[in-house]
């Protein structure tokens, strides 16, 4: 497996390993998303000021508007931080 | 580092590797995009039967038509060729 494929092997899996805790096994509800962005993105929660932006982030994710992250959603967030960390990190 | 952050880590790596090798430092250039695919995703090349499908993303990644995929643009393919794999090998 190539390195990019080993990167899309663990995201698809992570986003499993959560989505699969409870109600629809393939997607995040509130609870799970907030599991998921305290326990795999941290300093995410941290650096915001806003207590509500876990609320937040569902209703920017949620593009079709059923209240779950599908996997085509959550692969949005991962861009928008990776491109936010990139642009950050990059020297 | 979480999983997650390990994953966004390498892909960053992987976008830099391969941006790196000549010319714009921060963006993959046609050459360099297909050299990214060859060692990367060799099944998606092989896969596809259009000899033309490098050159063909090429156009669709390239957003801003600088005829160069910067690293937003490269995660719109990471997460297009996630969305299919992740499709196609759920349960």
Redesign the interface.
Same mark, same amino acid.
């Not at 663990?10 to 986003?15: M, R």
């Not at 326990?39 to 941290?42: I, Y």
């Given at each position: 497996m190539?390195?990019?494929?080993?990167?899309?092997d663990?995201? @698809? +899996?992570?986003?499993d390993r959560y989505a699969g805790a409870e109600g629809n096994k @393939?997607t995040l509800n509130k609870a799970e998303l907030k599991t998921?962005l305290e +326990?795999?993105?941290?300093s995410f929660l941290k650096n915001s000021k806003n207590p509500d932006q876990c609320d937040k982030l569902m209703k920017t994710l949620d593009q079709n508007g059923d209240s779950e992250v599908d996997?085509?959603e959550f692969?949005?967030l991962?861009?928008a931080?990776?491109?936010a960390?990139? @642009?950050r990190? +990059?020297k």
């Open positions: 190539s390195q990019l494929e080993t990167a899309m663990i995201l @698809g +899996k992570t986003f @393939g998921m +326990k795999e993105l941290p996997f085509s692969v949005v991962v861009a931080v990776m491109c960390h990139h @642009g990190t +990059k």
